[in-house]
């Protein structure tokens, strides 16, 4: 079966520090994948998708950015964090065949 | 451009009661609709989902939705509450002519059933 691991569950962090937050799926192969932020606990906003190795969409203008070094693998990254990088970062992976997608637990990100 | 509002922020209900919870979509091509339930702290798990054929489906968990074409809404139901249904839910639309497959959420609808 398929599943889907985000690491660190937890990160805080200083103003100006590196980001980098993980997503590995297992069990499938050549995903759709996709990261979200979820702000005070509500809704979700698509920040990153990727549909092969190397391909990025960047949904909206922000400090993060995103890459996916293998067919499996899913990276969130940040040079220097601001104050409002804050919050839970879902990855999720779509299942093509029936349309929804599946989430990983989730990491959050206190950036203090 | 796709979109989903849920236009409650919360709903209450006494437990053994039925529950309601609304959405409504906005997509230019025919929508693939579903529900998500959100646990605190965790990930988001899938209910149900609509892609075509009755308008009635079944979920998780005892949950149902009812697609309603002429109203572009996707209403979450359950007959009877129970004190465990207590978490956010998010309806997500995926607009079937948008190759990328990624879902648009609503704000999320905070259930709380109370004993």
């Known amino acids: 079966s398929q599943t889907i691991h985000q690491w660190p569950a937890t990160l805080v962090q200083p103003v100006g520090s590196p980001l980098s937050l993980e997503c590995t799926v297992e069990?499938?192969?050549?995903?759709?994948l996709y990261w979200y932020r979820q702000a005070a606990g509500r809704g979700l906003q698509l920040l990153f998708y990727?549909?092969?190795?190397?391909?990025i969409s960047s949904e909206v203008p922000q400090n993060l950015s995103a890459s996916r070094p293998q067919d499996r693998q899913f990276i969130l990254s940040s040079k220097k964090l601001l104050l409002s990088d804050s919050g839970f970062y879902l990855c999720a992976w779509n299942g093509l065949t029936t349309g929804e997608l599946f989430f990983g637990e989730g990491s959050r990100l206190t950036v203090l | 451009a796709q979109s989903v509002a849920q236009p409650e922020d919360q709903v209450n209900v006494a437990e053994g009661n039925p529950l309601t919870v609304k959405c409504t979509y906005s997509?230019?091509?025919?929508?693939?609709l579903f529900w998500y339930v959100q646990y605190p702290n965790r990930g988001l798990q899938f209910l149900l989902k609509y892609i075509t054929g009755d308008n009635l489906v079944k979920g998780s968990y005892g949950f149902e939705a009812e697609f309603n074409k002429s109203q572009t809404s996707f209403h979450l139901k359950k007959p009877s509450a129970l004190v465990s249904d207590s978490a956010l839910y998010f309806c997500?639309?995926?607009?079937?002519?948008?190759?990328?497959?990624?879902?648009?959420f609503g704000s999320g609808t905070r259930l709380l059933v109370r004993p």
């Open positions: 069990g499938t192969s050549n995903p759709n």
């Open positions: 997509v230019s091509g025919n929508p693939y």
């Open positions: 990727s549909v092969g190795i190397g391909q």
């Open positions: 997500a639309v995926r607009d079937m002519e948008d190759s990328s497959y990624k879902l648009i």
